[in-house]
């Protein structure tokens, strides 16, 4: 009780000191001030006074900004320091509110609330996590710093994730834009000119920008794998592949460039699959997974795979995946193989044949009739190749893809070839007639 009366008589003193203090203005005075009273509260261990205290200052009439930062940023160094997670959470919510609404003490709010997100995961609320965090929109903080601000992006993102809410962490994932991962971090940073806010210095535990961009893309990846968008998962292991730290360890980047062949040979055949396959296939560290460029090679080579063989030599290596970085490729890759190879063979079979039987292209393919002529019908409806099926002959028509620009060019060359035989029949008449009147005259 005694320690208790002079704790309050400290605490009163320093109170009639503040209301000086900030009564004739007095920035660091006041600050002081602010700052003994909090520090004293936390020495007597007296949290539930803490806390009062911290409401009571910064209600005070014509309280200074300053001395609400700095009552903040001190309380924020005692979070760690409480004895239970209800006396954290209690002083995180009333830092919170103390700070809700003031632009000036921003960051520190965005801070607080990711340290209860985190407290709240913990205690396996994700949902509650999720929407606390949804709460702050760091991307307006104009004085916090660049990788700071992608941190609490991610993070925002994985809790979505987390909860299978992927429309929101798309939206979410929009607002980082990824060519901030490729700024050089070793220019100097330009001074503020006037007038600029000043970018505070992100805290210690705030990766840097290339570990930002490895968990950017892994999140990435988490994302795509949900809808199986193959060569989008492709692309973000491509750009983890990229990153220095990466390429220079080859117990990383082989397991990584393992996934880019995979997933490239699970993408559907356009443009893009096209030129990624052809720019791994010319990578060097491909020679050091000979199997994988095997399999690649196999793709852009225009024959026939058997698919029994080819599942045969790799099943080995698709079931090896599950233990690797990024973990197994997924519940419908195994189909979705399969079914990538039956395509490349019926464009195999297209560039060889214009007219064939349904029978033989079934052979071709090793399918029954009626699976040749569905996996042929989807890639026609996808526009991935031209076909006609006549069904009652059973017979199918390939036709090359015309351009409009082709089709243009076709037209204007059949007039010039009209044209021509018009003038050369016009020339042979007027020749003809010539002749006679000479006959005549003769």
Known sequence: MEDRGKLEAAIDQLLNEEKQMRLAGDVPGTRKA???????CFESKDWKLLNEQIVNLSKKRGQLKQAVQSMVQQAMQYIDQTPDVDTRIELIKTLNNVSAGKIYVEIERARLIKKLAKIKEGQGLIAEAADLMQEVAVETFGAMAKTEKIAFILEQVRLCLDRQDYVRAQILSRKINPRVFDADSSKEKKKPKEGESIVEEAPADIPSLLELKRIYYELMIRYYSHDNEYLEICRCYKSIYDIPSVKENPEQWIPVLRKI???LVLSPYDPMQSSLLN????????SEIPDFRVLLKQLVTMEVIQWTS???KYKEEFEKEKNMIGGSLGDKAAEDLRLRIIEHNILVVSRYYSRITLKRLAQLLCLSIEEAEKHLSEMVVSKALMAKIDRPSGIVCFQAAKDSNDILNTWASNLEKL????????HQIHKETMVHKAALRA
């Open 279 to 286: 720019a791994t296939l010319e990578d060097k560290n491909m």
């Open 261 to 263: 062949c995979w997933y």
């Open 310 to 312: 080819l599942w045969e």
């Open 34 to 40: 602010v700052t003994d009273i909090l520090r004293l």
């Open 419 to 426: 044209l021509d035989l018009v003038e050369k029949s016009c």
